[in-house]
């Protein structure tokens, strides 16, 4: 029989205590899952707005129209509120249009102020024969609800968080009906404690009425739209839900059940699926400003009868100072009465998302799968397939997230089931590093003694690298530099922390860029970066790779300006654009681990190394962010736009150069425009090395006036410049057209 002391080593060498960690960690993560832990449920839904964001509801027809009581509607009728009669006239040319139903996105929750019987009451200096009139007229109340009476009319109303007023049970609800088994679990309504309803004498002829009240997450955003709501006790429809009752014909809006509480509502031949409390996950589209209408147009008869004939009309606004506007995920600024529009064409059109009730049961299943193979395997592979494993995991549990959305439009999410994964992961690789720490300081207690500590911690870490020396390749070399830095900096004289993050939000996407195209970053000189391409891992297309980088990284700070000039135009720090130089060149090098017996980085040094970083000096007098030595754009000249510039006498340097811009990829390379100039430029050039200066100078206003983008402005300058100093003074005898530059 072992001893208690035996099992405990059995049990660490069979099993292993960190599984054990991991088995209760796993255990743990699915108790915060079905609490619904609010970071967890956080995650989730932000991961959802990316798929809409990426991938968007996208229209196949326009069902809703929206009247908008927009800001020329205001301008035109009036401050808000209208008299009814004007909206009694709207409800009219509407119906007269063949508007399928109409609904309301705003309240008459009191008494028009310009009805009649008040002018009667409040004007003064009339003559008792005309009060008399006036109470005699109908109320502009009862007009408005003549109008409702004869069209098919949703009204809205609002829920209130505390009571207002008792509720008047002689005006009508809409009918409720479930079915399926409830279980133990009642759904979690939304629920107000009041009530803001309508004029009884529009309540009583509506064929609708419903609550228009969106309620936002806690992050302020509108995912889903409660399409069943409690207000003051009595269970309400939201606004479209109630509009499509109306237009089914039905009396009575079904409610159908699981174990887990709702899974759909229904009306007649129409079941939409929704959360089990109600809540309909809206597959949004981009924001349409194509099924707006403006209410001005309506009540002068100017709207287009295509726009309402036949179609679910919605009236509300789009007028900032009315307040009505929402964030989506698709959207930062959306009307309510669109987001309604939205429900209502997701649901007509079938094109709606749902989260199951079973979703959190797969997401168990799959983290309880996953976090188990993780603990049994992980343990016993190398860190080439531990990384491997996880990319597999990762991309299994994102792919089939992705696919259930894009697919089924089923939210299931996979952030639960990969932070479960990836905790277990994480605490198996820390227990790993622990151990290996272990075997590690082993090595620097034997060594320690006879080496210095650098390259005794080098040794643990790898001793292969304590070779000194290295090899000659041929590579291609990269230097970029941001202009006018200085000023920039300047900006941030009193910011120094708001510098640092400027150039931490730069250096990280063209650091990307760089290594995406298997570029090794050799260092960074402040605001500057020089990389190379076919070291240490050889790299057959390096100059591809690294003009594709170079274009790339252009793109990456292109758009990082954009984000910059946003956040400045919403308060932020002045906006000055980022704008960056770039050197390629391609040569033999000596590459390897350069320094001394106690310090040494892997690096390059060469003349091409020196070439490099003189063409990316001379990007801002050409013209071009990028310039490239003659072996690298001849390498790349079939899938780039490839633009000779000069023949050039690098300081320092003997032999001349022909240096290229790298103007653009295959899809520029093979643009009538380009090709255009390129002509021009190499007629300019043969004119200008062959001495005609006059040809040369025809073929630069030839190129200005077919440059209408100004995209060889700096080069036409430079050699016009040129070319006037030759004119005055020739250059000698045995000239080869090569320009000598004065500065690195």
């Given at each position: 029989?072992?001893?208690?002391?035996?099992?405990?080593?059995?049990?660490?060498?069979k099993?292993?205590?960190?599984?054990?960690?991991?088995?209760?960690?796993?255990?743990?993560?699915a108790?915060?899952?079905?609490?619904?832990?609010?970071?967890?449920?956080?995650?989730?839904?932000?991961?959802?707005d990316?798929?809409?964001?990426?991938?968007?509801?996208?229209?196949?027809a326009?069902?809703?129209?929206?009247?908008?009581?927009?800001?020329?509607?205001?301008?035109?009728?009036?401050?808000?509120?209208?008299?009814?009669?004007?909206?009694?006239?709207?409800?009219?040319?509407?119906?007269?249009?063949?508007?399928?139903?109409?609904?309301?996105?705003?309240?008459?929750?009191?008494?028009?102020?310009?009805?009649?019987?008040?002018?009667?009451?409040?004007?003064?200096?009339?003559d008792?024969?005309?009060?008399?009139?006036?109470?005699?007229?109908?109320?502009?109340?009862?007009?408005?609800?003549?109008?409702?009476?004869r069209?098919?009319?949703?009204?809205?109303?609002?829920?209130?968080?505390?009571v207002?007023?008792?509720i008047?049970?002689?005006?009508?609800?809409?009918?409720?009906?479930s079915?399926?088994?409830?279980?133990?679990?009642?759904?979690?309504?939304?629920?107000?404690?009041?009530?803001?309803?309508?004029?009884?004498?529009?309540?009583?002829?509506?064929?609708?009425?419903?609550?228009?009240?969106?309620v936002?997450?806690?992050?302020?955003?509108?995912r889903?739209?409660?399409?069943?709501?409690?207000?003051?006790?009595?269970?309400?429809?939201?606004?479209?839900?109630?509009?499509?009752?109306?237009?089914s014909?039905?009396?009575?809006?079904?409610?159908?059940?699981?174990?887990n509480?709702?899974?759909?509502?229904?009306?007649?031949?129409?079941?939409?699926?929704?959360?089990?409390?109600?809540?309909?996950?809206?597959?949004?589209?981009?924001?349409?400003?194509?099924?707006?209408?403006?209410?001005?147009?309506i009540?002068?008869?100017?709207?287009?009868?295509?726009?309402?004939?036949?179609?679910?009309?919605?009236?509300?606004?789009?007028?900032?100072?009315?307040?009505?506007?929402?964030?989506?995920?698709?959207?930062?600024?959306?009307?309510?009465?669109?987001?309604?529009?939205?429900?209502?064409?997701?649901?007509?059109?079938?094109?709606?998302?749902?989260q199951?009730?079973?979703?959190?049961?797969?997401?168990?299943?799959?983290?309880?799968?996953?976090?188990?193979?993780v603990?049994?395997?992980?343990?016993?592979?190398?860190?080439?397939?531990?990384?491997?494993?996880?990319?597999?995991?990762?991309?299994?549990?994102i792919?089939?997230?992705?696919?259930?959305?894009r697919?089924?439009?089923?939210?299931?999410?996979?952030?639960?089931?990969?932070?479960?994964?990836?905790?277990?992961?994480?605490?198996?690789?820390?227990?790993?590093?622990?151990?290996?720490?272990?075997?590690?300081?082993?090595?620097?207690?034997q060594?320690?003694?006879?080496?210095?500590?650098?390259?005794?911690?080098?040794?643990?870490?790898?001793?292969?690298?304590?070779?000194?020396?290295g090899?000659?390749?041929?590579?291609?070399?990269?230097?970029s530099?941001?202009?006018?830095?200085?000023?920039?900096?300047?900006?941030?004289?009193?910011?120094?922390?708001g510098?640092?993050?400027?150039?931490?939000?730069?250096?990280?996407?063209?650091?990307?860029?760089?290594?995406?195209r298997?570029?090794?970053?050799?260092?960074?000189?402040?605001?500057?970066?020089?990389?190379?391409?076919?070291?240490?891992?050889?790299?057959?297309?390096?100059e591809?790779?690294?003009?594709?980088?170079?274009?790339?990284?252009?793109?990456?700070?292109?758009?990082?300006?954009?984000?910059?000039?946003?956040?400045?135009?919403?308060g932020?720090?002045?906006?000055?654009?980022?704008?960056?130089?770039?050197?390629?060149?391609?040569?033999?090098?000596?590459?390897?681990?350069?320094?001394?017996?106690?310090?040494?980085?892997?690096?390059?040094?060469?003349?091409?190394?020196?070439?490099?970083?003189?063409?990316?000096?001379?990007?801002?007098?050409?013209?071009?962010?990028?310039?490239?030595?003659?072996?690298?754009?001849?390498a790349?000249?079939?899938?780039?736009?490839?633009?000779e510039?000069?023949?050039?006498?690098?300081?320092?340097?003997?032999?001349?150069?022909?240096?290229y811009?790298?103007a653009?990829?295959?899809?520029?390379?093979?643009?009538?425009?380009?090709?255009?100039?390129?002509?021009?430029?190499?007629e300019?050039?043969?004119?200008?090395?062959?001495?005609?200066?006059?040809?040369?100078?025809?073929?630069?206003?030839?190129?200005?006036?077919?440059?209408?983008?100004?995209?060889l402005?700096?080069?036409?300058?430079?050699?016009?410049?040129?070319?006037?100093?030759?004119?005055?003074?020739?250059?000698?005898?045995?000239?080869?057209?090569?320009?000598?530059?004065?500065?690195?």
């Amino acid at each position: 029989m072992r001893r208690p002391k035996s099992i405990r080593r059995w049990f660490g060498r069979k099993f292993g205590y960190s599984r054990l960690v991991c088995l209760i960690l796993l255990i743990g993560l699915a108790a915060l899952r079905i609490s619904d832990f609010a970071p967890i449920q956080e995650l989730r839904v932000r991961t959802f707005d990316f798929y809409q964001r990426f991938d968007p509801r996208v229209k196949t027809a326009r069902p809703v129209t929206i009247v908008d009581i927009d800001e020329p509607s205001l301008k035109k009728l009036g401050q808000w509120p209208w008299p009814r009669t004007h909206i009694a006239d709207m409800v009219i040319n509407l119906a007269n249009l063949g508007a399928l139903a109409i609904a309301f996105d705003v309240v008459f929750s009191e008494p028009d102020r310009l009805n009649p019987d008040v002018a009667a009451n409040t004007m003064r200096y009339l003559d008792e024969l005309t009060r008399s009139k006036l109470r005699e007229l109908p109320s502009n109340d009862q007009v408005l609800a003549d109008a409702i009476r004869r069209a098919r009319v949703v009204l809205g109303e609002t829920g209130l968080p505390s009571v207002v007023s008792d509720i008047d049970k002689e005006l009508p609800f809409t009918g409720f009906a479930s079915l399926g088994d409830k279980g133990s679990r009642e759904p979690r309504f939304f629920e107000f404690d009041g009530l803001l309803r309508n004029v009884p004498v529009l309540e009583k002829v509506a064929a609708g009425r419903g609550l228009v009240t969106i309620v936002p997450e806690r992050d302020g955003i509108v995912r889903r739209v409660p399409m069943v709501l409690l207000a003051q006790g009595h269970m309400m429809p939201s606004l479209s839900l109630e509009m499509l009752r109306v237009i089914s014909g039905t009396s009575t809006i079904l409610a159908k059940y699981d174990l887990n509480g709702i899974k759909s509502i229904g009306v007649r031949g129409l079941d939409i699926p929704t959360d089990k409390n109600g809540q309909f996950w809206v597959h949004f589209a981009r924001q349409d400003p194509s099924i707006y209408v403006s209410a001005a147009s309506i009540l002068d008869g100017t709207a287009p009868v295509d726009k309402i004939r036949g179609k679910l009309v919605l009236i509300g606004t789009s007028a900032a100072t009315l307040n009505d506007l929402k964030t989506t995920p698709v959207s930062s600024v959306m009307p309510g009465v669109e987001v309604h529009a939205q429900v209502l064409e997701a649901a007509l059109s079938h094109a709606v998302l749902a989260q199951p009730n079973y979703a959190i049961g797969i997401e168990l299943l799959g983290a309880f799968i996953l976090g188990l193979l993780v603990i049994v395997f992980t343990p016993n592979l190398g860190p080439v397939t531990l990384v491997a494993v996880g990319a597999l995991f990762a991309t299994l549990l994102i792919g089939t997230s992705w696919y259930f959305y894009r697919e089924q439009r089923l939210l299931i999410d996979f952030t639960y089931p990969l932070l479960s994964t990836t905790a277990i992961y994480l605490t198996l690789i820390f227990a790993s590093f622990v151990r290996e720490q272990a075997q590690r300081k082993q090595v620097r207690d034997q060594f320690a003694q006879y080496m210095s500590p650098v390259l005794v911690e080098q040794l643990a870490q790898s001793p292969e690298k304590l070779r000194l020396g290295g090899e000659e390749r041929e590579m291609t070399i990269m230097f970029s530099d941001v202009r006018g830095f200085t000023t920039i900096s300047e900006s941030y004289k009193s910011d120094p922390q708001g510098l640092t993050a400027l150039m931490n939000r730069f250096l990280t996407p063209l650091t990307n860029a760089i290594l995406a195209r298997k570029g090794y970053i050799d260092k960074y000189m402040g605001d500057a970066i020089m990389a190379f391409w076919n070291a240490p891992l050889d790299d057959e297309a390096h100059e591809i790779n690294a003009c594709n980088a170079a274009i790339d990284m252009l793109e990456k700070i292109d758009e990082l300006n954009t984000t910059r000039e946003q956040e400045s135009k919403e308060g932020g720090p002045p906006f000055i654009p980022i704008n960056v130089g770039v050197g390629l060149n391609t040569g033999l090098g000596v590459v390897g681990n350069m320094g001394s017996d106690l310090k040494f980085n892997y690096s390059v040094l060469g003349d091409s190394v020196n070439l490099a970083s003189r063409l990316e000096g001379q990007s801002k007098e050409y013209g071009f962010p990028i310039i490239a030595g003659s072996r690298t754009a001849l390498a790349a000249k079939d899938k780039f736009a490839i633009l000779e510039l000069d023949f050039i006498m690098v300081k320092g340097k003997t032999e001349p150069e022909v240096i290229y811009a790298i103007a653009g990829r295959e899809d520029v390379a093979q643009s009538g425009r380009f090709q255009r100039l390129r002509n021009l430029t190499i007629e300019m050039l043969a004119c200008y090395r062959s001495r005609d200066w006059e040809g040369a100078l025809a073929s630069i206003e030839r190129g200005r006036r077919a440059d209408e983008a100004g995209t060889l402005t700096y080069l036409y300058k430079l050699y016009e410049a040129r070319i006037l100093d030759y004119q005055k003074n020739p250059p000698p005898d045995d000239w080869n057209g090569a320009f000598a530059l004065l500065t690195k």
